[in-house]
């Protein structure tokens, strides 16, 4: 099993390697346009061939940020473009339930250009904010600006966290054994992301209820 499960993350980790900062760049575009990519799997295999010097910290961050950026900014055009009936009838077929983009609306309606910085910063809500911006014409520019500056937030934060936990173990890719190690090791960086998990979606679902108690007021 621990073959299996090393092999794999070297397999994915070289993969992120080879396609460097194209790959980071079109992965977390996905990411932001709802498709399964999450950027927990995207950023710390790339900050720890960053540690290695085989990619650059600040390549590996402008990449991930500026792919945010781009996958955010197709979903806002199509959602302005196409409008509310494209999204309800398509949204199924890329992961956007219904629920998830009636919620992303009340945050939007209850929080505006600074909701979609904060968002960027959230699990789930992040995926999808910028349909919301879109169908309700948001200004571009305040859309970008809130968009990249929450989303470089975001991608630092986890090329760290990815340094940290294993860009200082370059034995990780050929030692099956290491990456049991590294858990060990490492384990309170591993606790304590879990914890800010945690908290960022119990934030998450305290400012939905806030939106909800806004709208419902209005």
């Known amino acids: 099993m621990q073959e299996t499960l090393h092999h794999l993350l070297a397999t994915w980790m070289q ?43 600040a390549g590996v961050i402008v990449a991930a940020t500026a792919g945010s950026w781009f996958g955010s900014a197709v979903s806002y055009w199509i959602a302005w473009k196409f409008g509310r009936p494209l999204v309800d009838r398509f949204g199924k077929y890329i992961f956007l339930k219904p629920e998830k983009i009636a919620k992303a609306d009340q945050w939007f309606g209850a929080y505006g250009a600074g909701g979609i910085f904060v968002a960027r910063l959230l699990p789930v809500i992040r995926h999808v904010i910028s349909i919301p911006a879109g169908l309700f014409r948001m200004n571009f520019k305040w859309f970008s600006i809130m968009t990249v500056t929450g989303a470089a937030i975001f991608c630092s934060a986890l090329a760290w966290f990815g340094a940290k936990v294993i860009g200082d173990h370059p034995e990780l890719m050929n030692d099956p054994s290491a990456m049991s190690e590294v858990l060990k090791e490492k384990s309170h960086y591993l606790i304590g992301f879990a914890l800010a998990i945690g908290a960022l979606y119990w934030l998450m679902t305290w400012m939905q209820r806030r939106a909800q108690k806004r709208n419902a007021s209005n």
């Not at 079109?26 to 950027?39: D, K, N, R, Y």
């Not at 799997?41 to 010097?53: D, E, F, K, S």
């Open 15 to 57: 993969f992120i390697l080879d396609w460097g900062y194209l790959g980071i760049f079109v992965m977390m575009a996905l990411e932001s346009t709802a498709l399964p990519v999450p950027a927990e799997i995207v950023i710390p295999p790339a900050a720890y061939w960053a540690a290695q010097g085989r990619l650059s910290f």
